[in-house]
């Protein structure tokens, strides 16, 4: 399983968002599309989330 930094999923977000931003302004915001990187900009951040989670439980330890 590939490991992803914090960092990289961060970037992965920042760009995700412009992507998102400039198709609704061309598209509208009910644009399916929008939709669909509006979903992976959650996925990404559900990742960061996990990461942190797993970090403190490790050091809590």
Do not use: W
Not at 17 to 36: C, D, I, Q, W
């Amino acid at each position: 399983m590939e490991r992803i930094s914090c960092e990289e999923c961060l970037s992965t977000i920042e760009l995700l968002r412009e992507k998102m931003v400039s198709t609704a302004l061309l598209y509208g915001f009910n644009h399916p599309l929008v939709l669909e990187y509006s979903q992976k900009i959650d996925e990404e951040h559900n990742q960061i989330l996990t990461k942190q989670k797993k970090q403190l439980i490790f050091q809590s330890k």
